[in-house]
């Protein structure tokens, strides 16, 4: 069969399989992770669908890969001919090619693979990426030469070498030697088997050395164990955050999972890089179009609306200076934090408490010119959500766009004594996050973290934003009003929520509950 025909082939398979289970194309494309119009292009065959994109439609419609691939489950139970070139692929991407040997036997006990490796120079220069899964596997090198680390060890295999280990040991593996490495795998998944997916992203994952964005400002020495042994800037005086991570992996992956959103009521968003680099860059022409500029001060009173992220990242690129603040202030504290910070505009959640506090302060605060809710009709305040929708996605970065040493955030100190101090961060803090989200909740780009914080509070700032973006990952987002317990936990199995952190008092409510009812596997 030509590719195309049998590229056209699987499109209509999973387009007969979305109408089966009810599916619109815009449920398809949220559990798919991308947009709708690219859902009709991979559901209409005009464009040539990844691997990942296969795993979360078998998902989505609880078939095996194989269903998908073939139209048929894996049915053979004598033996398996698999011809030269005719493999199953099952993951084309990141200069690696995966086909599965044996995709129609049934009840295997082991997964063999012919995999390529494609030479990088790049991957020479970085820590190998290490990964683990249960059970074992047997690697022979048919065409040149992969160097492959086991734990602390290191060996190079050429043609005809073989490599068999304890896969739960952390492994990975990149070619040397300046051309491409193809090698057989073979895995046995041990007594909790895994399914072909799974096996393939293994593989995917080992391979996948951190090659990130902020690279170009981050250089970090490590153990072969992946254990932080040093760590320097550069460029630093150049960094913008907004412009140098956000935008930059919108650029290279724009379809990659940024944030999942959870409302008070459940209601679920999703965005992707590029999603929050449209969203920001609206924001910004937004208040610009209001008169927010360089050096402003703005004040953010936005709980965990999603809008915080949209806005935060605006005022990085205006250059004005962000006041995070908590929705349980009063109208004293309003007061003085508009007096001493010279605040001039705020953008609230929009909840009657919080503008009435914001107004009743406001009359006392000359400087405050511009009052933002996120969806109000209150005389005297603009309507967030329905006024930035109206401006350019675009917004340049224009030579002495802010950075460096400018200042880029203020935060009102806890005050222990007399009233809350200010303490100023220029646009260089956020790169000491990095270690934050990396070494510390160990955020990772295929990941999902989680931080219970509001984002009136520094803690939402490395653990919801910074340090997590830089490290490629999503990050997930729960605006509740109280904190229950019961309806948190079974979110980690539900998102597949794979890093966490929360306050020493909410981790004790959570396990006050009878963990044994909730699945919490998926947290590294």
Not at 100 to 116: G, S
Not at 130 to 150: M, N, R
Not at 435 to 453: D, M, P, Q
């Amino acid at each position: 069969m030509e590719p195309n025909a049998k590229l056209i082939e699987i499109a209509e398979r999973i387009k007969e399989m979305r109408e089966i289970m009810g599916f619109s194309v815009q449920d398809m494309a949220e559990k798919t992770e991308v947009t709708a119009q690219k859902y009709l292009q991979y559901e209409t065959g005009t464009l040539d669908f990844p691997f990942t994109f296969i795993h979360k439609c078998a998902l989505a419609f609880h078939l095996e890969i194989n269903d998908i691939l073939e139209g048929v489950s894996a049915n053979l139970s004598s033996y398996n001919v698999t011809r030269k070139g005719e493999g199953h692929q099952t993951a084309k991407e990141d200069g690696i090619s995966i086909s599965n040997l044996a995709p129609l036997f049934k009840h295997k006990i082991a997964e063999p693979y012919y995999v390529t490796y494609d030479y990088s120079e790049e991957q020479q220069h970085l820590p190998i990426h290490l990964t683990t899964h249960k059970g074992q596997e047997f690697d022979l090198i048919l065409e040149g030469s992969l160097k492959v680390q086991i734990g602390e060890h290191t060996v190079i295999l050429n043609e005809g070498d073989s490599i068999y280990y304890n896969s739960s040991t952390p492994h990975g593996m990149i070619a040397i030697g300046g051309k491409k490495c193809v090698f057989c795998a073979i895995i046995l998944a041990g007594e909790d088997k895994h399914d072909e997916s799974e096996l393939t992203n293994t593989i995917l994952h080992a391979r996948q050395s951190e090659n990130l964005v902020i690279n170009d400002f981050v250089k970090v020495k490590e153990t072969e164990m992946g254990v932080l042994e040093d760590i320097s800037f550069k460029n630093e005086d150049s960094f913008n955050f907004a412009f140098d991570v956000v935008d930059k992996i919108a650029r290279k992956y724009p379809e990659k999972l940024a944030m999942v959103h959870l409302d008070n009521d459940m209601n679920e968003r999703r965005f992707t890089f590029k999603d929050i680099k449209d969203a920001s860059s609206q924001t910004a022409n937004y208040f610009k179009s209001l008169g927010i500029g360089k050096g402003d001060k703005v004040m953010l009173v936005l709980k965990r609306n999603y809008q915080f992220w949209f806005s935060i990242l605006a005022l990085h690129k205006l250059g004005a200076v962000v006041i995070p603040a908590t929705n349980q202030l009063k109208e004293h504290d309003y007061t003085y934090r508009f007096e001493a910070a010279e605040v001039k505009a705020i953008v609230c959640a929009n909840e009657d408490y919080i503008l009435d506090q914001v107004d009743l302060a406001a009359k006392n605060a000359p400087n405050l010119k511009i009052k933002i809710a996120t969806d109000t009709d209150r005389k005297g305040w603009h309507n967030f959500n329905r006024e930035y929708s109206l401006f350019s996605r675009k917004f340049v970065r224009e030579e002495g766009a802010p950075c460096g040493n400018d200042d880029m955030l203020m935060f009102f100190t806890s005050g222990t004594t007399g009233y809350p101090k200010i303490a100023v961060h220029s646009y260089k803090y956020p790169l000491g996050h990095f270690v934050t989200a990396k070494y510390w909740h160990c955020a990772e780009r295929n990941g999902l973290h989680f931080t219970i914080s509001d984002t009136g509070w520094g803690k939402a700032l490395w653990g919801k934003l910074y340090g997590q973006w830089m490290c490629e990952g999503g990050v997930f987002v729960y605006d509740f009003d109280r904190f229950h317990a019961d309806k948190i936990l079974p979110l980690f199995a539900k998102y597949n929520i794979t890093t966490f952190c929360a306050p020493p008092t909410m981790y004790r409510m959570l396990i006050k509950e009878d963990l044994s009812k909730y699945d919490l596997s998926s947290i590294k």
